[in-house]
Nanobody
Framework: QVQLVESGGGLVQTGGSLRLSCAASGRTFSIYDMGWFRQAPGKEREFVGSINYNSGYAYYTDSVKGRFTISRDTSENTVYLQMNSLKPEETAVYYC????????????????????WGQGTQVTVSS
């Protein structure tokens, strides 16, 4: 198994920035993809973006393109989500996830394509 620990959440004003971190441990050699999801109260878990852990190619949902950046440091087994120009509607618990089974080369967008999940970190954007 892969264990994930998120950090970096907090309170930020509209238009501000936050950088989330997700540190992986355990069977990190088995990671194919790392994804970021968010879930607001009363809403479904939403795909934010993902990164192919080997190539570094990142894919984003349309609503965050140009504002969010996913990167990884393989030597530290850590993935990052840089969030800029944050909006109040993006207030949510943010989760990182690791895909540890080969499911093809395409970006993984669905929660059931990931096997390990972090505990979540709260991001609040004040209006």
């Amino acid at each position: 198994q892969v264990q994930l620990v998120e950090s970096g959440g907090g309170l930020v004003q509209t238009g501000g920035s936050l950088r989330l971190s997700c540190a992986a441990s355990g069977r990190t050699f088995s990671i194919y993809d790392m994804g970021w999801f968010r879930q607001a109260p009363g809403k479904e878990r939403e795909f934010v973006g993902s990164i192919n852990y080997n190539s570094g190619y990142a894919y984003y949902t349309d609503s965050v393109k140009g504002r969010f950046t996913i990167s990884r440091d393989t030597s530290e087994n850590t993935v990052y989500l840089q969030m800029n120009s944050l909006k109040p509607e993006e207030t949510a618990v943010y989760y990182c996830a690791a895909g540890t089974r080969y499911r093809g080369a395409s970006a993984k967008r669905a929660p059931n394509e990931y096997e390990s999940w972090g505990q979540g970190t709260q991001v609040t954007v004040s209006s």
